[in-house]
């Protein structure tokens, strides 16, 4: 089978899509079928051919920063912007004239699912629960995106959630508690975002990755310095614009490694969907540092109603709330607990193979 997907990357080899488009490569390519995806060149996906994507811009004029929407989070990273989803479509539409794919996988990249419509091709999304959440978003925010539509005479929609249901599959990743489908949302949901083993017993590291965090380098720099340094663990940290280099325990990395998650005995991070759904799977207390945006702001809820882990807001990071939130998901027994309850539920729900399984029909 021949496999095109499809992700929206911010920010290269870190985002949530791509190492769940990473996996799913690796994984596809050992099973002997043929993969292509269509993403930045920054990214270096293996086992894999390439075709280019366009880079989503800014817009000038953002919708307010409390963007609790899939709506808004997508018109405020440019991805419904008419000229960016204009040039998205001729290059898939030429990927897919190249490629010949039997399937098409997307993730948050709209025009995929236009194009495949167009040239009759099955397609798949991943969602996330936050997406199917009642929130008010101003109407003018798909403006562009019908725009777009009615070029291609395709219907016009009033929310996100009418083009995936034109999906042929939905997938989410995660338990009940933190990824809350309904019945009538009709996803499919699989336990763990990758193939990793899961690993049992802890080493002595604490992983923070800060792919979405808006702050400068240097700041988070003195932060992670100021909560971490000389501490008797191992620290492992990135974030844009982050220079490698060990300074005692801390190890400063060229890019995030998910590979470190596994045997951690915390996880600090933005909130991405990857490293919550990892950090369940693994049985790992989290800290997030999240935003008033979709998706984070939700699975920051998630993990602390669950008892899980904590978070805070970004514009409450210091250097005493990070250690504080970090030193009470340690010391507190009831988040070990939590998280060997949630891990038997995300494991018992499978892991990345799962997808194979309604291909197959």
């Not at 725009?147 to 995936?164: D, G, N, P, T, W």
């Not at 998706?295 to 899980?308: P, S």
Request: proline share 5%.
């Amino acid at each position: 089978m021949k496999i095109l997907i499809t992700p929206l990357i911010q920010h290269p080899k870190s985002d949530a899509s791509y190492y769940l488009t990473q996996n799913l490569a690796t994984l596809l390519h050992s099973l002997g079928h043929v993969v292509a995806i269509s993403a930045d060149q920054a990214n270096a996906f293996h086992y894999a051919s390439a075709y280019p994507a366009p880079q989503p811009k800014t817009p000038m004029f953002r919708r307010k920063k409390e963007n609790r929407s899939y709506e808004e989070w997508m018109y405020n990273h440019g991805a419904i912007d008419e000229d960016y989803l204009n040039e998205d479509m001729s290059l898939l539409l030429e990927a897919i004239d190249h490629f010949q794919p039997d399937r098409i996988l997307t993730i948050d990249r709209l025009a995929a699912v236009s194009a495949g419509r167009l040239k009759t091709i099955p397609v798949d999304a991943v969602v996330n629960s936050a997406m199917y959440k009642t929130v008010v978003f101003p109407s003018t925010t798909l403006k562009e995106y019908n725009a777009f539509l009615s070029s291609y005479r395709l219907e016009q929609v009033l929310s996100l959630k009418e083009i995936y249901a034109q999906c042929q599959n939905r997938f989410g990743f995660g338990p009940v508690e933190t990824q809350p489908f309904t019945i009538q949302t009709d996803v499919h949901r699989i336990g763990v975002a990758s193939v990793y083993p899961m690993r049992k017993g802890l080493t002595n590291r604490v992983c923070v990755f800060f792919p979405d965090v808006h702050r400068t380098s240097l700041a988070l720099r003195k932060i992670l310095a100021d909560a971490f340094l000389g501490a008797p663990y191992a620290v492992y940290a990135w974030y844009p614009g982050c220079k490698p280099q060990k300074i005692q325990n801390i190890h400063f990395i060229a890019h995030p490694r998910a590979d470190l998650i596994p045997g951690s005995i915390c996880v600090i991070h933005d909130g991405n969907d990857y490293y919550t759904n990892q950090c369940i799977a693994q049985a790992i207390p989290q800290v997030i540092i999240s935003s008033h945006e979709y998706a984070r702001m939700y699975n920051g809820q998630a993990v602390q109603r669950n008892g899980i882990g904590r978070y805070l807001y970004e514009d409450e990071l210091t250097m005493g709330n990070l250690y504080e939130n970090f030193r009470k998901v340690l010391a507190d027994d009831s988040y070990y607990d939590n998280n060997q309850v949630l891990k038997e539920k995300i494991t018992a729900q499978g892991d990345l193979r799962e997808i194979l399984k309604y291909w197959k029909q």
